[in-house]
């Protein structure tokens, strides 16, 4: 999925291509008017990305910035009545510029996409981008191509014979390039995880296939992860549309022990025909931190054995057949019937992806697990062992999330909890009523066996970072989640403040290679 960064870099080479279109033309092109229009719209959409942040004043670096594209776009128009040519560029820079313009714009869309109608967070993410380090980032970001359309004005500049045009693109340029300087200069604290901001997904069901080639199991893994962490986001709030119930969350801590025990395999076959020894150990140590961490969702899923959500009992007790007193009475009922949150499917659906990639399209988890595949065809499926760690690190991180949100779920379905458990029996309880209203003792029970899970994800999720820096591959996603994770806990006052990323970490990030994340037990990601 196309994240925040690679929008910025899709507006940017777009605008190196049309300069270097302009300069390959030669001094005697006829559309320079037109050309000079499409940079104006392209600062046009670049203002309206600078003022379209929600939650945050516009800084002194933004303000600045906006100022000098005013008056760039000032001097173009004065340009475009001095210039020859039609009010459009031709098509060998005509669709470059333009391209340059969507990529700014969907980088507002993408943005806005954190956020409802009512402009209320609709994920976690959302509170990252209302922090001023973000505001930086998008303000620094927004400066660099603001660059880029300078030099676009320099090429278009040259071989400008009458004076006036010649005079008004050299202050454009000038303007832009002022923009740069103040943009890039002011803005050192900017939070260069923000960058690896996807689009917000809907939270809808999705399914794995056997059709669904091994290749794209990584990318949709991430998807799924995505909604997952929208839907614990939506349960904390309680926004969603569709609330979670007890048999969803039974099934979810099911489905997501199994896909982190899948994911360990994963790792310890790759370990396997792995020839560097830090490496090795790294892959080793992650798998067993899944591992850990799956032993965790498997006890908080065993925690739901005497407990059923009557409003809805997919997940209940073996029944005995009713007695014929009941049945002639016309005391039977039949138990309710409920569409499964999207949560559950996608838990499955990510238990399948990563069986898939270890077993191939064609597994299932009703299925033997039958051969596993070979290492080389899973890291390339993957992207190699970099690409593999970066992809199964969004579990555990989104995990975490989902292990912050679902005490409150639990706590908010306690009304209609019931349970057959003796050991917490009412001594006055009608010998033939089977069931009862859930002991408090059970809650508490359940939101502890929740709340140890954040530990087991924090340590898999460190672990994963460390077999991709033993790979060199950066996971830029990793500081993202930090930021998000802090502020989440911070809003929430469940979860013991973390403190924020170190001078070295941040350099260790633009050097291309993102630390891992490690925290003290106890601390979110």
């Known amino acids: 999925m196309t994240t925040l960064g690679e929008l910025f870099d899709a507006a940017g080479a777009r605008l190196r291509a049309a300069g270097g279109s302009i300069s390959s033309a030669g001094p005697e092109r006829r559309d320079r008017r037109g050309i000079a229009q499409e940079i104006d719209r392209f600062l046009a959409e670049l203002q309206g990305t600078l003022a379209g942040r929600a939650g945050t004043a516009m ?24 210039l020859s040519g039609g009010s459009e560029a031709d098509a060998a820079v005509g669709p470059q510029l333009t391209g340059a313009s969507r990529a700014v714009a969907a980088v507002r869309d993408l943005i806005a996409s954190h956020r409802g109608a009512d402009q209320a967070p609709v994920t ?109 986001f939506e349960t904390l709030h309680d926004v969603s549309a569709q609330h979670m119930s007890g048999s969803d969350l039974h099934q979810l801590s099911r489905w997501t022990a199994m896909a982190r025990l899948l994911a360990g395999r994963v790792l310890l076959r790759i370990a396997e025909e792995s020839h560097d020894a830090p490496t090795r150990e790294a892959l080793n140590r992650a798998a067993q931190e899944l591992r850990g961490s799956a032993k ?16 809805d009992p997919r997940a209940h007790p073996k029944l005995p057949p009713p007695s014929y007193e009941i049945v002639r009475q016309g005391r039977v009922v039949q138990l309710p019937r409920v569409v499964p949150h999207p949560a559950a499917i996608i838990g499955h659906a990510s238990a399948v992806r990563v069986g898939q990639l270890l077993y191939g399209p064609q597994w299932r988890p009703e299925q033997k697990p039958g051969e596993v595949r070979p290492p080389q065809a899973i890291l390339d499926d993957a992207r190699g062992t970099g690409g593999i760690a970066a992809a199964l690190y969004r579990m555990p991180a989104t995990g975490w999330q989902m292990a912050t949100a679902a005490p409150v779920m639990v706590r908010r379905t306690q009304r209609s909890l019931v349970t057959d458990s003796i050991e917490h029996r009412p001594p006055s309880l009608d010998p033939q009523m089977r069931f009862y209203p859930v002991h408090p003792r059970q809650v508490e029970e359940l939101t502890s066996a929740y709340g140890k899970i954040r530990q087991g994800e924090q340590a898999a999720a460190g672990a994963l970072l460390d077999v991709a820096k033993c790979a060199g591959t950066p996971v830029p996603r990793a500081l993202l989640d930090v930021s998000a994770h802090r502020l989440l806990s911070e809003r929430q006052g469940w979860v013991q403040q973390s403190p924020g990323l170190t001078a070295r970490q941040q350099r260790e990030a633009t050097r291309g290679v993102e630390p891992p994340v490690r925290r003290p037990r106890g601390r979110s990601l």
Do not use: I, K, M
Not at 60 to 69: I, K, W
Not at 296 to 311: G, I, L, M, N
């Open 296 to 311: 965790a969702w498997q006890e908080a899923a065993a925690s739901w054995h005497r407990v059923v959500d009557v409003a």
């Open 124 to 232: 976690a993410y959302a509170y990252t981008l209302s922090s001023r380090s973000a505001h930086d980032y998008l303000t620094r970001r927004s400066a660099e191509v603001a660059w880029e359309a300078g030099q676009v004005v320099h090429a278009l500049h040259e071989g400008v014979v009458d004076p006036g045009a010649a005079a008004a693109l050299e202050g454009a340029r000038g303007f832009l390039n002022e923009a740069s300087v103040f943009g890039r200069t002011l803005t050192r604290n900017a939070d260069l995880g923000v960058g690896a901001l996807p689009l917000a997904l809907p939270v809808q069901a999705v399914h794995a296939g056997p059709s669904d080639p091994t290749s794209s199991v990584t990318d949709r893994l991430g998807d799924d992860c995505e909604r997952l962490s929208r839907v614990a």
């Open 59 to 82: 800084s002194p670096a933004s303000s600045e910035l906006t100022r000098q594209l005013d008056l760039a776009r000032e001097a173009l128009r004065a340009a475009g009545r001095f």
